[in-house]
């Protein structure tokens, strides 16, 4: 089930559509943050970032999305693998931290032949460091030994468009700060209709960085030209969590501040105002009674001035935006 905080209106005309594939920040390696997105004209999807894929497949079938692949249409495959090998076109892979790519390489040998959009800095790791023969075999383009050639490695320069696979999709790269390993954020477009997927980032003044300001700068174009659709974006932590502790994270008093100067940048009155914000990358706690979620959200939702839509998905689920 969806969880909206606040208000969300259904009845604006649908551009994309969002599956929750793992929404969790770390710890359980079954629901690690992977979101698919497509035009709602068109069948494929971009992976956004590929923590856990087939378990969050598996569980969008449980919750009854993907109604329209019947098992006529999937065989000889699976529905799982019919999706898998068939409706997954392309990945975003927005850092190459294991929690962001670890459904990627395991479903690998199953996989169908795909490209991967990603900065220089996730390439070099992927390349380097994961399809390396010691880690795991090399089923991508390029890097050192047989090149099985499963996945093309797609460089993404800053602001750069680029039209992203067979989903009609286009894609511009901004830089993001987490800690000591770049991330990124991919503004994904198509038909005036933006929708902006953040990886893993902490906020400007603790990151001592300017890069989400030049996001912001950004996506306000979108907003002074009702373009922009919705933004999935990280809040790891709870505001109990000493600014010294996050490593490149977000909690909700400093999200809530970023998006003020998203506001700033955006116009008079309230812009953002029903902007649907998917909260993402939550970091699961193992103290009693603590639901990390509930907290998060209320603390989202005490602060909210800016009257955007605070959502917050759990596996498996599908939204219209």
């Known amino acids: 089930m969806v969880l909206s905080i606040s208000l969300y209106s259904t009845l604006a005309a649908a551009g994309f559509e969002v599956v929750a594939l793992g929404v969790d920040g770390g710890v359980s390696d079954g629901n690690l943050t992977s979101y698919l997105i497509r035009d709602d004209s068109q069948p494929v999807y971009l992976a956004l970032d590929a923590g856990s894929v087939l378990p969050g497949v598996a569980k969008a ?50 996989d169908s032949k795909k490209t991967i959009y990603a900065s220089a800095d996730t390439i070099d790791v992927l ?36 039209s992203l696979g067979l989903t009609r999709l286009t894609g511009e790269m901004y830089p993001l700060s987490h800690d000591k390993s770049p991330s990124s954020m991919l503004l994904i477009s198509n038909n005036n209709q933006s929708f902006a997927y953040f990886g893993d980032t902490g906020p400007d003044e603790v990151e001592k960085s300017k890069n989400l300001d030049t996001v912001w ?48 940048y955006s116009g008079e009155g309230q812009p953002l105002k029903g902007l649907p914000v998917i909260i993402s990358h939550i970091k699961p706690s193992f103290q009693q009674g603590q639901d990390v979620r509930k907290v998060i959200a209320s603390e989202l939702e005490q602060g909210n001035d800016t009257g955007v839509d605070f959502i917050l998905m759990d596996q498996g689920d599908s939204r219209r935006f």
């Open 61 to 110: 079938l449980d919750k009854g999305n993907f109604s329209d692949i019947t098992d006529e249409i999937a065989a000889p495959l699976t529905r799982q693998g019919y999706i898998f090998r068939q409706r997954i076109n392309s990945y975003f892979i927005s850092h190459a931290h294991l929690d962001h790519v670890s459904g990627l390489i395991i479903g690998s040998p199953e």
């Open 127 to 162: 390349r380097n460091y994961y399809f390396n023969w010691r880690v795991w075999p090399n089923f991508t383009d390029s890097g050192s030994g047989t090149r099985l050639g499963t996945y093309r490695m797609q460089l993404l320069r800053p602001a750069q468009s680029l």
């Open 217 to 264: 700068r950004k996506l306000a174009e979108k907003v002074k030209q009702q373009q922009l659709k919705g933004m999935i974006i990280e809040v790891s932590y709870p505001n109990e969590v000493d600014d010294g502790k996050l490593y490149g994270h977000m909690t909700p008093k400093w999200l809530l501040k970023e998006l003020k100067n998203l506001e700033k």
